[in-house]
Protein backbone atom coordinates (compact mmCIF):
# COMPACT_ATOMS: atom_id res chain seq x y z
CA UNK A 1 0.00 0.00 0.00
CA UNK A 2 1.42 3.49 -0.96
CA UNK A 3 2.13 5.78 2.19
CA UNK A 4 1.46 9.11 2.26
CA UNK A 5 3.13 12.41 3.98
CA UNK A 6 1.63 16.03 3.96
CA UNK A 7 3.95 18.94 5.27
CA UNK A 8 3.47 22.65 4.62
CA UNK A 9 0.84 23.79 6.61
CA UNK A 10 0.39 26.41 8.86
CA UNK A 11 -1.09 29.87 10.04
CA UNK A 12 -1.25 32.46 7.17
CA UNK A 13 -2.89 35.79 7.11
CA UNK A 14 -6.19 35.92 4.40
CA UNK A 15 -4.73 36.68 0.67
CA UNK A 16 -1.24 34.96 1.55
CA UNK A 17 -0.48 32.06 0.07
CA UNK A 18 0.65 28.78 1.24
CA UNK A 19 1.83 25.33 -0.32
CA UNK A 20 1.82 22.02 0.92
CA UNK A 21 3.51 19.55 0.04
CA UNK A 22 2.68 15.05 -0.11
CA UNK A 23 5.97 12.89 -0.57
CA UNK A 24 4.23 9.47 -1.50
CA UNK A 25 6.08 6.17 -0.68
CA UNK A 26 5.93 2.01 -1.02
CA UNK A 27 3.49 0.20 -3.48
CA UNK A 28 2.16 2.42 -6.14
CA UNK A 29 0.27 -0.33 -8.32
CA UNK A 30 -3.12 0.62 -8.97
CA UNK A 31 -2.55 4.43 -8.19
CA UNK A 32 -3.04 6.65 -11.08
CA UNK A 33 -3.77 10.42 -9.42
CA UNK A 34 -3.21 11.78 -6.51
CA UNK A 35 -4.59 15.08 -4.92
CA UNK A 36 -6.00 16.43 -2.06
CA UNK A 37 -9.12 16.90 -0.03
CA UNK A 38 -9.99 19.07 3.26
CA UNK A 39 -12.08 19.08 6.24
CA UNK A 40 -13.52 22.11 8.41
CA UNK A 41 -14.62 21.37 11.95
CA UNK A 42 -17.97 19.98 11.64
CA UNK A 43 -17.92 19.39 7.78
CA UNK A 44 -17.78 16.46 5.86
CA UNK A 45 -14.60 16.17 3.66
CA UNK A 46 -14.59 17.76 0.42
CA UNK A 47 -12.64 17.60 -2.95
CA UNK A 48 -10.13 20.64 -3.38
CA UNK A 49 -8.28 19.26 -6.56
CA UNK A 50 -6.25 15.94 -8.16
CA UNK A 51 -3.91 15.58 -10.87
CA UNK A 52 -3.84 12.49 -13.04
CA UNK A 53 -0.83 10.58 -14.31
CA UNK A 54 -1.76 9.73 -17.50
CA UNK A 55 -2.01 13.00 -19.18
CA UNK A 56 -0.95 15.26 -16.09
CA UNK A 57 -4.69 16.56 -16.03
CA UNK A 58 -6.19 18.69 -13.64
CA UNK A 59 -9.07 18.96 -11.72
CA UNK A 60 -10.59 21.30 -8.90
CA UNK A 61 -13.03 22.04 -6.82
CA UNK A 62 -15.19 25.48 -7.84
CA UNK A 63 -14.41 27.11 -4.35
CA UNK A 64 -10.30 26.94 -5.01
CA UNK A 65 -10.71 27.64 -8.82
CA UNK A 66 -7.85 30.20 -10.12
CA UNK A 67 -6.18 30.59 -6.35
CA UNK A 68 -5.19 26.61 -5.86
CA UNK A 69 -2.70 24.94 -7.92
CA UNK A 70 -1.64 21.17 -7.99
CA UNK A 71 1.68 20.05 -9.47
CA UNK A 72 3.66 16.68 -9.40
CA UNK A 73 7.47 15.93 -9.48
CA UNK A 74 8.17 12.65 -10.43
CA UNK A 75 12.29 13.33 -10.94
CA UNK A 76 13.26 11.43 -8.42
CA UNK A 77 11.27 8.02 -8.78
CA UNK A 78 8.99 9.11 -6.45
CA UNK A 79 5.71 10.93 -6.17
CA UNK A 80 5.77 14.69 -4.89
CA UNK A 81 2.50 16.69 -5.04
CA UNK A 82 2.41 19.81 -4.17
CA UNK A 83 -0.85 22.42 -3.68
CA UNK A 84 0.04 25.76 -4.28
CA UNK A 85 -2.57 28.12 -2.70
CA UNK A 86 -3.02 31.80 -3.28
CA UNK A 87 -5.36 34.59 -2.37
CA UNK A 88 -6.12 32.33 0.42
CA UNK A 89 -9.56 33.03 2.63
CA UNK A 90 -10.56 32.07 6.16
CA UNK A 91 -12.86 29.98 4.97
CA UNK A 92 -10.32 27.81 3.39
CA UNK A 93 -9.66 27.23 6.82
CA UNK A 94 -9.21 23.21 7.42
CA UNK A 95 -7.38 19.76 7.76
CA UNK A 96 -5.62 19.35 3.93
CA UNK A 97 -5.59 15.42 3.25
CA UNK A 98 -3.02 14.44 0.88
CA UNK A 99 -4.80 11.20 -0.96
CA UNK A 100 -4.34 8.60 -3.97
CA UNK A 101 -6.11 6.18 -6.29
CA UNK A 102 -6.97 5.18 -9.62
CA UNK A 103 -9.12 7.74 -10.74
CA UNK A 104 -8.17 11.60 -11.15
CA UNK A 105 -11.92 12.61 -12.17
CA UNK A 106 -13.21 11.10 -8.92
CA UNK A 107 -14.33 13.58 -6.29
CA UNK A 108 -15.61 11.71 -3.41
CA UNK A 109 -13.36 10.55 -0.67
CA UNK A 110 -15.28 7.00 -1.18
CA UNK A 111 -13.13 7.07 -4.40
CA UNK A 112 -9.78 7.13 -3.26
CA UNK A 113 -8.21 4.04 -0.81
CA UNK A 114 -5.16 5.92 0.76
CA UNK A 115 -4.91 8.60 2.57
CA UNK A 116 -2.06 11.01 4.31
CA UNK A 117 -2.40 11.92 8.05
CA UNK A 118 -3.53 15.37 7.31
CA UNK A 119 -2.41 18.90 8.04
CA UNK A 120 -3.67 21.50 8.96
CA UNK A 121 -4.50 25.27 7.13
CA UNK A 122 -5.30 28.25 9.51
CA UNK A 123 -6.01 31.26 7.56
CA UNK A 124 -6.42 34.28 9.97
CA UNK A 125 -8.79 37.26 8.91
Known amino acids: QVQLVESGGGLVQAGGPLRLSCASS????????MGWFRQAPGKEREFVAT??????????ADSVKGRFTISRDNTKNTDTVYLQMNSLKPEDTAVYYC????????????????WGQGTQVTVSS
Open 26 to 33: GRTIGIYA
Open 51 to 60: ISWSDGSENY
Open 99 to 114: TAGADGKATNPGSFGS
